[in-house]
């Protein structure tokens, strides 16, 4: 039975506490009305606490948070991000769950084995992202989708972070953090025309912070890793 006191850090458990009242806070205020929201904000900062343990519970949870914040970006014609999170976001989180399942470090299957990428596939993986990222963007303007330009690159993005979580590697925490100011840049847009969406903007804000400490907790987890093998 997992216990929470003794699985995450004190700054582990404060990071979570502080994301979920800010966006609890944020909601009441500016929203009051999506609860799909909120509860895809919660689901969503729960994931990266996990994440960031490399506990492949984390990756369930994504799979979860992807498709209610497809149906969230639907409501504001945002048709890149509902493209992206459930044809692409979604999906990989799938396959990174069950690569994390299959990877656990010395049979501890709630803590991942950190992979360390080559050259060559990392110059693979970017001419991957360029034919992804050139073909999404060809589907966003078929489809007329707000904010063109910054939903392409929530693609790019978003597709190098899935990545990167697929092949357990520690820099897919930064990835996403690139896509969380990306869409923080997107949620004001649409802030801009319904004051709401300012607790969406909340909710990337603390994805942002929950993405960096996880990219140093995996750079310590690797390390920790090392000297055990």
């Known amino acids: 039975m997992l216990s929470i006191k003794n ?14 009242f800010l966006i609890l ?5 500016f929203d009051r009305a999506n609860y799909l929201t909120l509860l895809a ?4 900062t729960t994931s990266l606490i996990f994440n960031a343990k490399g506990n492949p519970f984390g990756q369930l949870l994504m799979i979860i948070f992807s498709v209610l914040y497809g149906v969230i970006s639907y409501s504001f014609k945002y048709y890149g991000e509902m493209i992206t999170y459930l044809g692409m976001t979604g999906p990989m989180a799938l396959f990174a769950l069950i690569s994390w399942l299959l990877n656990p470090f010395e049979g501890n299957k709630a803590e991942v084995k950190v992979n360390t990428l080559r050259a060559p596939e990392i110059i693979f993986m970017w001419i991957l992202t360029l034919g992804v990222t050139h073909g999404f963007y060809y589907i966003l303007k078929y ?3 707000a904010n063109i330009l910054p939903s392409t690159l929530s693609v790019t993005t978003s597709f190098i972070a899935v990545y990167l979580t697929f092949r357990r590697s520690a820099f ?3 990835a996403y953090a690139a896509n969380d100011v ?5 949620w004001i847009m649409a802030a801009l025309k319904d004051i709401s969406y300012i607790s969406v903007i909340i909710c990337f804000v603390m994805f942002l912070f929950n ?19």
Do not use: H
């Not at 806070?25 to 205020?29: L, P, R, T």
């Not at 904000?41 to 969503?44: A, Y």
């Not at 990306?182 to 997107?186: H, Q, R, T």
């Open 7 to 20: 699985y995450f850090s004190k700054y582990e458990i404060y990071l979570w506490s502080i994301s979920v």
């Open 25 to 29: 806070v944020s909601f009441f205020i």
């Open 41 to 44: 904000s919660v689901i969503g």
């Open 143 to 145: 489809f007329d989708t």
């Open 172 to 174: 897919f925490a930064l």
């Open 182 to 186: 990306v869409l923080i840049v997107l």
């Open 211 to 229: 993405d960096l400490y996880g990219f140093i907790s995996w750079q310590k987890m690797k390390k920790r890793q090392q000297k055990l093998l």
